[in-house]
């Protein structure tokens, strides 16, 4: 596409002479290429985003997406391989290790020494991967911590082992080789940063602005064997107990339970009408602290726009977010008063009791409601902002005790707000915003004329009375505003609905995998069971039955 000859053989109408003109306007923006090929064939190859040749100095990357990993995606939603980090023929040689660990009931523990340059091209090929078991992902270098990092790095290169406290890091397993030289590690299965995420992407960082300083940085490391089957339990132990450098909230620790991965994953995927009507957006959910900022950083100027334009601003949501709105539905104003953290700790609590028994529950449908939660939510904060009646202060106590109300009032008459109508349109409508007018008028009254004796406003809204006092309010609703209410049983039953499809199609697909094995399989599976005594008679029938595929069905 550089080459002035190629592109003129092209058809200027072609999409490959728009792209093969795009790169060659663009080429001096370019940092760096990744190739994607996309496969009907099973790729054995274990490496992704494989280095190739360097093009113009630009580095270049592979990856391949086969039909496993098509698969993956569809079934798991895993757009990831593996990663496995090879030291030795990937990132510029093994590492010396010192062995840590003691009695066989001690996780296998290791202690090293990594170069900067090492670790900042470790980061570069895999980002926020790295940080994903880390309470925060990188904060920028706006705060202290990260501007001394950046600073020492600029100044006083040779210092930086000494002044930092480098990394604690866990992997699932890794792969050592034993010389005269001692211990060396030269490969590592899912390498996660837990503390010293900070310190990772500020040398990333100053790769372009201090390169020569760079080289003469080292970091110790802290590195912990932890087995998939014990990561869950062990993990955030370690995140939690490594991190002190950076303030870390409640609300950090709890970032790696299944829940928050989970609306992680479908923030990403799930696509929403956008207010133009031209192009589909999504919702950005920060699990990890800072993790907009650097997914939004780490890219090119270009590549910004398309973030924007598929992530706005406007659409990003935290945890501490996502539990106001939820405590607000649950009818918990009150609990939502006691602030972000306080408030995050008792959602917390909730959905670790729920997630057991409901975590099927948690799927797309239920993702789009909690996002028309936000619509209202914010579309209130304006509402009550711009009334005439609103004597200013206490907004957010107002916001959450008008919306709880509503939601009251509509159980009350077996109704709920029609969520669903608001995430179509991405908007609430005209009488729904008449009933928050009403209930929101009537919480700032309750808020600002507390029992006799208390003073402090803020305070009587923490406070289960005051809910009360509102709760047993009568209010005067608009005869339109019924019209933005849905029955429970209908909206019951989208959900039903919904779950029947859902269920189909797992069995289907469950069918069309048994075909896919094919007979062979089924019977080495059943010769196998009879030989180890295993399974039940009915069982070894259901074998018996997919061993004879096609003749039986």
């Known amino acids: 596409s550089l080459k002035k000859d190629f592109r003129e053989q092209l058809e200027e109408t072609s999409a490959g002479f728009g792209l093969a003109d795009l790169i060659a306007q663009t080429w001096k923006h370019v940092e760096k290429i990744k190739l994607i090929i996309v496969t009907n064939a099973d790729f054995r190859a274990r490496a992704d985003a494989a280095k190739m040749k360097d093009i113009d100095e630009r580095p270049v990357t592979l990856s391949v ?56 091209a470790i980061y570069d090929k895999w980002g926020p991967r790295l940080l994903e078991a880390n309470v925060r992902s990188f904060l920028q270098a706006r705060g202290k911590v990260n501007q001394g990092i950046r600073n020492t790095i600029r100044d006083e290169p040779h210092m930086f082992f000494s002044y930092n406290n480098g990394l604690s890091v866990t992997a699932d397993s890794i792969e050592v080789e034993q010389n005269d030289l001692g211990l060396w590690l030269v490969r590592a299965n899912n390498l996660q940063i837990v503390n010293g995420g900070q310190t990772t992407a500020s040398l ?47 609300a950090d620790f709890f970032a790696n339970h299944p829940f ?51 992530f706005p601003r406007s659409q990003f949501l935290t945890k501490t977010d996502l539990a106001k709105f939820e405590n607000t539905w649950a009818c918990l104003p009150h609990i939502v008063s006691l602030g972000a953290q306080k408030n995050f700790a008792n959602f917390a609590n909730s959905i670790g009791k729920r997630w057991g028994a409901e975590g099927k529950s948690f799927d797309d ?25 609103y004597e200013g202060g206490y907004r957010a106590n107002i916001v959450t005790y008008a919306i709880s109300k509503l939601v009251h009032d509509a159980k009350e008459q077996e109704k709920v707000i029609d969520l669903d109508a608001i995430w179509r349109i991405q908007d609430i409508s005209k009488e729904l915003i008449s009933g928050l007018l009403v209930a929101a008028a009537e919480a700032q009254d309750v808020i600002t004329n507390p029992p006799e004796g208390v003073r402090n406003f803020s305070e009587w809204a923490k406070k289960q009375a005051c809910w009360k006092w509102l709760e047993e309010r009568n209010l005067n609703y608009p005869d339109n505003f019924d019209d933005s ?28 995998d048994v075909h896919r094995l094919g007979a062979a399989v089924w019977a080495s599976a059943r010769n196998w069971a009879r030989d180890h ?21």
């Open 204 to 250: 990333h960082m100053a790769q372009k602005m201090f390169s020569e300083q760079l080289t003469k940085v080292h970091v110790q490391m802290k590195l912990s064997i932890v087995p998939s089957d014990k990561a869950e339990a062990v993990v955030p132990l370690v995140s939690e107990y490594a991190n002190s450098q950076n303030k870390v909230n409640a």
């Open 260 to 310: 928050h991965i989970r609306i992680e994953e479908l923030s990403r995927k799930v696509l929403a009408r956008s207010q133009d009507g031209y192009r589909d957006t999504k919702w950005f959910y920060e699990r990890a602290r800072g993790q907009y900022a650097d997914e939004r950083g780490r890219r090119s100027i270009a590549e910004r726009k398309k973030f924007d334009s598929e």
């Open 365 to 389: 449908l239920w993702f789009k409601r909690m996002i028309a939660k936000v619509i209202i939510f914010r579309a209130t904060e304006k509402i009550v902002s711009n009334a005439e009646w």
């Open 485 to 512: 209410l849905l029955a429970s049983d209908l909206a019951n039953a989208a959900v039903e609905d919904l779950r029947a499809e859902q269920a189909i199609q797992m069995s289907v697909e469950a069918e069309l």
């Open 65 to 120: 997406w086969d039909l496993k990993r098509l698969k993956q995606y569809r079934d798991q939603g895993q757009a990831r391989a593996s990663l496995i980090i090879d030291f030795e023929n990937e990132f510029g040689g093994s590492i010396p290790l010192l062995k840590a660990s003691g009695d066989n009931k001690s996780l296998e523990s290791y202690l090293a020494v990594i170069p900067g340059k090492q670790l900042a």
């Open 533 to 553: 005594g295993l399974l039940s008679p009915r069982e070894i029938g259901i074998l018996e039955v997919c061993s004879a595929i096609p003749k039986k069905l």
